[in-house]
T-cell receptor
Framework: DGGITQSPKYLFRKEGQNVTLSCEQN?????MYWYRQDPGQGLRLIYY???????QKGDIAEGYSVSREKKESFPLTVTSAQKNPTAFYLC????????????FGPGTRLTVL | DQQVKQNSPSLSVQEGRISILNCDYT??????FLWYKKYPAEGPTFLIS?????DKNEDGRFTVFLNKSAKHLSLHIVPSQPGDSAVYFC???????????FGTGTKLQVIP
């Protein structure tokens, strides 16, 4: 089955620790995205990548880092510099510039204690 | 600065009636719009889209209307079904199609 997987579904970390969220897709999509969802707010774009070894900052990239060493994988690191890291994080992929074919993963809820 | 706004955080509709979800945007460069549906603890799924060269797009029970002069779009669901209960996000793309900007979402509850 083709799709996007994110792991883990729930993640708890102590304040000041970096944490990496996994995102894997087997849809052969070139583009991948990380969004953050907070209560009462829309999905906000953190980072996106349209091709391996290249990525761009989204609207709220501060305190986050990504890598795109493989087409299938786009891990997101939430660093200690991110002031409000507790949120629901969604990864997505699509053919480049085809958002009506954008598929989302199930999400990871990160709670920083 | 929220460029895509959904001013109604929630909406309740009786089963069989019409659901109308509204979305306003401020960026006149947006030229493609999408609606996504999201169930709790799941990622959003694409529902329907519309290009700025059209004012209406229909797919089964779902119709999206675009009023460019008012910078407003709406999603109509007719007839509404209990399985439609979810959070609906509108989203917009500007030229270049590199990224999508999402609205704040409207939680629809369809009452049996």
């Amino acid at each position: 089955d083709g799709g996007i997987t994110q792991s883990p579904k729930y993640l708890f970390r102590k304040e000041g620790q970096n944490v990496t969220l996994s995102c894997e897709q087997n849809l052969n999509h070139d583009a991948m995205y990380w969004y953050r969802q907070d209560p009462g707010q829309g999905l906000r774009l953190i980072y996106y990548s349209q091709i391996v070894n290249d990525f761009q900052k989204g609207d709220i990239a501060e305190g986050y880092s990504v890598s795109r060493e493989k087409k299938e994988s786009f891990p997101l690191t939430v660093t200690s510099a991110q002031k409000n890291p507790t949120a629901f994080y969604l990864c997505a992929s699509s053919p480049v510039r085809q958002f009506d074919e954008q598929f989302f993963g199930p999400g990871t809820r990160l709670t920083v204690l | 600065d929220q460029q895509v706004k959904q001013n109604s955080p929630s909406l309740s509709v009786q089963e069989g009636r019409i659901s109308i979800l509204n979305c306003d945007y401020t960026n006149s460069m947006f030229d493609y719009f999408l609606w996504y549906k999201k169930y709790p603890a799941e990622g959003p799924t694409f529902l329907i889209s519309i290009s700025s060269i059209k004012d209406k797009n229909e797919d089964g029970r779902f119709t999206v209307f675009l009023n460019k002069s008012a910078k407003h779009l709406s999603l109509h669901i007719v007839p509404s079904q209990p399985g439609d209960s979810a959070v609906y996000f509108c989203a917009a793309i500007s030229g270049g199609y590199q990224k999508v900007t999402f609205g704040t979402g409207t939680k629809l509850q369809v009452i049996p």
